[in-house]
């Protein structure tokens, strides 16, 4: 059973443009939310997060969405590099946070 | 600042083989260290967490296992390995287990089981 789910698989943005990375999650007791990048051959590198207590975080040209009611979170990032193709997963945690649930990942292209 | 360093980046193993895969983590003490899975195509699957020395939490039936041997030492085995253990290991920590925090990735280990 997935618990979060990244239904598209991948994703092309032309450079200077929004990217929107889309994930769902069907746990009601995930609280704390989480982006990840991840280049090929590397490990996952922390992007952005967010609490359930919110519904927006924003951190320079990444935003992070989330709406509770619909089990939705959105990544935004705007504008797209070229440096931001790269595997982007969502992850989620629930209270305590020391078990995080990783999506499939999306696969972003930007072409310059 | 704190370190995870995780070996081999590579390997190729047969099937049958055993595995010892390490993990360590310097420069924060009681972390909770994590080993993930991507399998090809796939999403990070979490395999074993561990909260302390010896406390070792499996989350999927398999053909692995993990020890804790040291506060900052995590180890990923298999006595016999199967062609379907390939895959990319992740080895992981994050600071504690109170509150919400992300976790911090090693480079991962590229296994092929032939």
Known sequence: DQQVKQNSPSLSVQEGRISILNCDYTNSMFDYFLWYKKYPAEGPTFLISISSIKDKNEDGRFTV???KSAKHLSLHIVPSQPGDSAVYFCAASGTGGFKTIFGAGTRLFVKA | SQTIHQWPATLVQPVGSPLSL???????SNPNLYWYRQ??????QLLFYSIGIG?????????LSASRPQ???FILSSKKL???????YLCAWSPTVERNTEAFFGQGTRLTVV
């Open chain 2, 71 to 73: 506060d900052r030492q």
């Open chain 1, 65 to 67: 969405f989330l709406n």
């Open chain 2, 22 to 28: 390490e993990c360590t983590v310097e420069g924060t």
């Open chain 2, 39 to 44: 399998a090809a195509g796939r999403g990070l």
């Open chain 2, 82 to 88: 199967l062609l379907s253990d390939s895959g990319f």
């Open chain 2, 55 to 63: 406390q070792i939490s499996s989350e999927v039936p398999q053909n």
